[in-house]
Nanobody, 125 residues
Framework: QVQLVESGGGLVQAGGSLRLSCAAS????????MGWFRQALGKEREFVAA????????YYADSVKGRFTISRDNAKNTVYLQMNSLKPEDTAVYYC??????????????????WGQGTQVTVSS
């Protein structure tokens, strides 16, 4: 069973940057698409970004395109989310997840079976 642990969250002013990391143990991530999702207080969990197993293909929500970059280092069994030009509306708990079901769209939460515990990102105005 894989364990995913996110880190790198915190409090940042609008316009600032943060880099989130998602480290895996118990299973190599190199064969799986990985995703980042976020959930703001009182809202549903939403897709942020995903990256293919090789890292060749990346996908982003329209709301973060051009500001966030997802990447992975399979040798370190780690996935990253570089977040630039942060806005107050980016405030949320951010989760990484491993995709297990490829029958649907990569942005759907039900396509992912393993989730981390989340890391809080707060952007002040």
């Amino acid at each position: 069973q894989v364990q995913l642990v996110e880190s790198g969250g915190g409090l940042v002013q609008a316009g600032g940057s943060l880099r989130l990391s998602c480290a895996a143990s118990g299973r190599t991530l190199s064969r799986y698409t990985m995703g980042w999702f976020r959930q703001a207080l009182g809202k549903e969990r939403e897709f942020v970004a995903a990256i293919s197993s090789s890292g060749y293909s990346t996908y982003y929500a329209d709301s973060v395109k051009g500001r966030f970059t997802i990447s992975r280092d399979n040798a370190k069994n780690t996935v990253y989310l570089q977040m630039n030009s942060l806005k107050p509306e980016d405030t949320a708990v951010y989760y990484c997840a491993q995709r297990a079901d490829y029958s649907g769209h990569y942005s759907q939460t039900d396509q992912y079976n393993y989730w981390g515990q989340g890391t809080q990102v707060t952007v002040s105005s």
